[in-house]
């Protein structure tokens, strides 16, 4: 079973930065794209950031300017770095990540989130 474990939240005061990060293990050879989604109390889960394993990225337009997503393969874990946080920004941040395990299998994943608050 894959594992994604999520560090890097916590309480920030507008305008700060934070650097999230998730790291996956179980068995994987192999992640095809690696993504950031977030979601905010009474709000449905919305894409932050996705990286392609080509590094191709795709950033929603609420962040884009602002954060940035990146990976290391061999090390399995991707990092959003945020900045100039807004107190719209608050919720939490969940990671997925999909590709393949020894064995062939196919997997897709989340993290168990982490909780980011921009509070003055």
């Known amino acids: 079973q894959v594992q994604l474990v999520e560090s890097g939240g916590g309480l920030v005061q507008p305008g700060g930065s934070l650097r999230l990060s998730c790291a996956a293990s179980?068995?994987?050879?192999?992640?095809?794209?690696m993504g950031w989604y977030r979601q905010a109390p009474g709000k449905e889960r919305e894409l932050v950031a996705t990286i392609t394993s080509a590094g191709i990225t795709n950033y929603s337009d609420s962040v884009k300017g602002r954060f940035t997503i990146s990976r290391d393969n061999a090390k399995k874990t991707v990092w959003l770095q945020m900045n100039t946080l807004k107190p719209e920004d608050t919720a939490v941040y969940y990671c997925n990540m999909d590709g393949r395990r020894w064995g062939g299998a196919s997997f897709g994943s989340w993290g168990q989130g982490t909780q980011v608050t921009v509070s003055s």
């Open positions: 179980g068995g994987v050879i192999y992640i095809n794209t």
